[in-house]
């Protein structure tokens, strides 16, 4: 080995010259470079490849000093391996040789690359135990680089493959389904069998071209037939693969069933999976074609076809799935009965302290000699369902609140109002809570600020039927000339039983309206305290005896789930019929 860059170079200078003058080649060591083996096991083929890594790297460093002119490079070794991995793709084998194989075919050429025998190669010296009288060959290289090019070694079986590290490639091969569309993209099952059969009379038009064949130009019950059984098979093969691998089928590759009636019917069911979507399909399509109704002969005309598990259930969901189904079978269902507002039971408050407003009528009165029509309207306390009469001359605003104001006169004013969305109620309102309390009027109107006016939701008849029932309770009076209290709790026949609780006990001390006689010998001073004792005795009944009947809930017993926001209902009309019903969104759920 030289002891610097500079001795060899001499020496390839000094060669270079007694080459120009002659045809003499003269051989000379540049470099050299070995590694030891590593402790890890390592395959022969690997640390030859490794070898030829390092030597290319070794060539590559010597051509980049600009001091040296390199014609040609040359590059041997004695693995026949190596040389046939250089000369097939590097992507065919293992990890690990080929990142070097590819590292290898980068810094040089594979034309580049010769065999020699291992008995004439001068690098086994460097790392086998050799004699001194061999190292010459090491120093001045190996005899047959002196002679021509023709007679240099030479293997002709390095075109062989191997195996040796390549990828072990598995191939399975498998019965792929038919190719079909996405059957989920489809809605029925005749659109998709129609799709099947477009996609079919495609395929024949192709095939009719490279036979020179007139081609189908059309879809015809034959095609529709391969598309059925197309879409049938591939849904049974979705599901009982494992089962058709190991049973026979018919002509059509289809699974049937096998029955005992084969003589007579020799085309058996044919098997569907209950859950697949193809199946699902079909029983909706025969479901429509039964126009939604003879639901027991629908079923029945699926079963002659084919063989569905739980076909109720599958019918059944179906059914519930069908807008129109829905539509047809739909029914209001009112929540679970609320409870009781604090306008109902507000005990210890004086009569119409929550007033509920409503007008009825018309009602023709004689004036002079012809008839008028006016309007009743009645202010019900909704607490103790006791009734308040006035006669309104018109619907307008100006007549509601005259008769508002005659209410308020007579019976002081409520703490809370409760009215529909009718036009005069809402004008009276914005009067009454709204204009009049900002003017100093009377002593009636300083106290209107403290009213609030509640209305029921738009076509909510039913929020108000505290005053509708007692509408028709006066309408049957008023037609029968015939004056008549309404009690409020039992009315028992046992004499000894106190007399049923009615809105003219608070309002008049009895039911006829006629007030108790004291003793002379009672002080007018202390008659507060029978009227206390009186009122409090009232009330104590009251609580006992009227307010259970409230509690309990009459009709409206099971929970049903909420309104959501989002939900589509149908808007009950009792003046369309059931299928005109107009449909409608939840914007909003108001709690009441």
Request: glycine residues 4%.
């Amino acid at each position: 080995m030289f002891q610097s860059a500079d001795e060899w170079l001499e020496l390839y200078r000094s060669t270079q010259a007694l080459s120009q003058q002659g045809n003499s080649v003269y051989l000379s060591l540049l470099a050299a470079k070995t590694k030891v083996a590593p402790l890890s096991p390592l395959s022969i083929p690997r640390m030859e490849l490794q070898a030829a890594v390092t030597g290319a790297k070794l060539s590559q460093s010597i051509q980049t000093n600009s001091r040296l002119s390199v014609n040609s490079h040359h590059y041997w070794t004695d693995s026949k391996t190596v040389l046939k991995w250089l000369r097939m793709d590097p992507r065919k084998f293992q990890q690990y040789v080929m990142h070097r194989v590819g590292e290898v075919l980068e810094l040089t050429n594979v034309d580049q690359w010769h065999w020699v025998p291992s008995d004439l190669n001068p690098t086994d010296i460097a790392t086998k135990t050799s004699s001194f009288t061999s190292m010459h060959k090491w120093f001045d290289g190996p005899e047959y680089l002196l002679q021509e090019r023709s007679r240099w070694p030479t293997c002709t079986d390095l075109g062989a493959p191997t195996n040796i590290e390549v990828k072990q490639v598995f191939f399975v091969a498998t019965t792929p389904l038919d190719p079909i569309v996405n059957v989920e993209h489809f809605s029925g099952w005749r659109r998709l069998y129609r799709a099947v059969a477009t996609f079919i009379l495609y395929i024949e038009k192709l095939k009719a071209t490279a036979r020179k064949t007139p081609p189908i130009t059309s879809i015809n019950a034959e095609t529709i037939r391969r598309a059925q059984t197309t879409l049938i098979r591939y849904a049974q093969v979705s599901e009982f693969r494992k089962e058709i691998s190991l049973l026979s089928k018919d002509d059509d590759q289809l699974l049937r069933i096998r029955g005992r009636a084969e003589n007579l019917c020799p085309q058996q069911q044919i098997v569907l999976p209950y859950g697949h979507y193809v199946t699902r399909l079909i029983d909706n399509w025969y479901h429509r074609q039964m126009h939604h109704t003879m639901h027991e002969a629908c079923i029945n005309r699926i079963r002659g076809i084919y063989y569905i598990p739980c076909l109720r259930v599958l019918y059944k969901s179906a059914r519930r799935a069908c807008q129109r189904c829905r539509n047809d079978n739909a029914s209001p269902k009112p929540p679970l009965m609320a409870q009781l507002p604090i306008a109902r039971v507000a005990a210890y408050q004086r009569p119409f302290t929550y007033v509920g407003i409503d007008y009825f009528g018309p009602i023709l009165v004689t004036v002079g000699r012809r008839k008028e029509k006016r309007w009743g309207v009645i202010f019900t306390c909704l607490t103790v369902r006791a009734v308040h009469l006035e006669i309104a001359h018109s619907l307008d605003a100006s007549s509601c609140i005259m008769c508002i104001r005659n209410f308020f006169n007579r019976r002081g004013t409520p703490r809370e109002i409760f009215t529909d969305n009718g036009t005069n109620f809402k004008a009276s309102e914005k009067v009454i809570c709204e204009e009049l309390p900002r003017v100093d009027f009377d002593e009636v109107y300083r106290s209107f600020d403290t009213i609030k006016w509640s209305f029921n939701p738009p076509a909510a008849p039913h929020m108000g039927g505290a005053w509708e029932r007692l509408i028709g309770s006066i309408k049957r009076v008023l037609s029968a000339i015939c004056p008549a209290m309404k009690p409020l709790t039992f009315v028992s026949l046992d004499t000894n039983d106190d007399e049923a609780i009615t809105p003219n006990h608070l309002l008049l001390g009895s039911v006829s309206g006629y007030k108790p006689i004291f003793d002379n010998n009672l002080s007018v001073r202390c008659m507060w305290q029978s009227t206390q004792l009186f009122a409090d005795h009232f009330w104590k009944r009251w609580v006992r005896e009227y307010v259970p009947d409230l509690a309990r809930r009459g009709k409206w017993y099971a929970k049903q789930p909420p309104l959501t926001i989002g939900s589509v209902v149908l808007i009950v009309d009792e003046n369309l019929p059931r299928n005109t019903w107009p449909k409608g969104i939840v914007t909003d759920v108001v709690l009441a």
